[in-house]
């Protein structure tokens, strides 16, 4: 199966991508340039791909960079925080949806918010 991974390097998203990756499946962890260089999330997503992670560069500003990314998997998981600011991830979370319904192929979304 392939799995798209979206909040990855969080507290609950570097879980399941290493569960994801245990389990065989095919894993893609979105890569967000608003990380910029934040040494540990970079880090962590190179030792994501030292495993086997597919790193997909998209940004929540550039809906068409997610479609992309949405259309190479057949299901979704988001563990986007909202540690921040809740309504802010309640935003991203609208905008996954957004290209996941553009995008048109998938069938199963999981999604978590964890605060």
């Given at each position: 199966?392939?799995?798209?991974?979206?909040?990855?390097?969080?507290?609950?998203?570097?879980?399941?991508?290493?569960?994801?990756?245990?389990?065989?499946?095919?894993?893609?962890?979105?890569?967000?340039?608003?990380?910029?260089?934040?040494?540990?999330?970079?880090?962590?997503?190179?030792?994501?791909k030292r495993q086997?992670?597919?790193?997909?560069?998209?940004?929540?500003?550039?809906?068409?960079?997610?479609?992309?990314?949405?259309?190479?998997?057949?299901?979704?998981?988001?563990?986007?925080?909202?540690?921040?600011?809740?309504?802010?991830?309640?935003?991203?979370?609208?905008?996954?949806?957004?290209?996941?319904?553009?995008?048109?192929?998938?069938?199963?979304?999981?999604?978590?918010?964890f605060h």
């Amino acid at each position: 199966m392939r799995v798209l991974v979206v909040g990855g390097t969080g507290y609950l998203g570097k879980r399941i991508v290493k569960a994801s990756l245990l389990e065989g499946h095919e894993t893609y962890v979105v890569q967000r340039p608003e990380i910029g260089l934040d040494i540990e999330k970079l880090q962590l997503l190179l030792s994501f791909k030292r495993q086997g992670a597919i790193l997909v560069p998209a940004s929540f500003s550039d809906i068409q960079s997610l479609v992309d990314a949405v259309k190479r998997v057949d299901v979704v998981i988001s563990a986007l925080s909202g540690v921040h600011f809740r309504s802010h991830s309640i935003l991203l979370q609208l905008k996954l949806v957004e290209a996941i319904q553009a995008a048109g192929n998938i069938k199963v979304v999981f999604s978590f918010n964890f605060h």
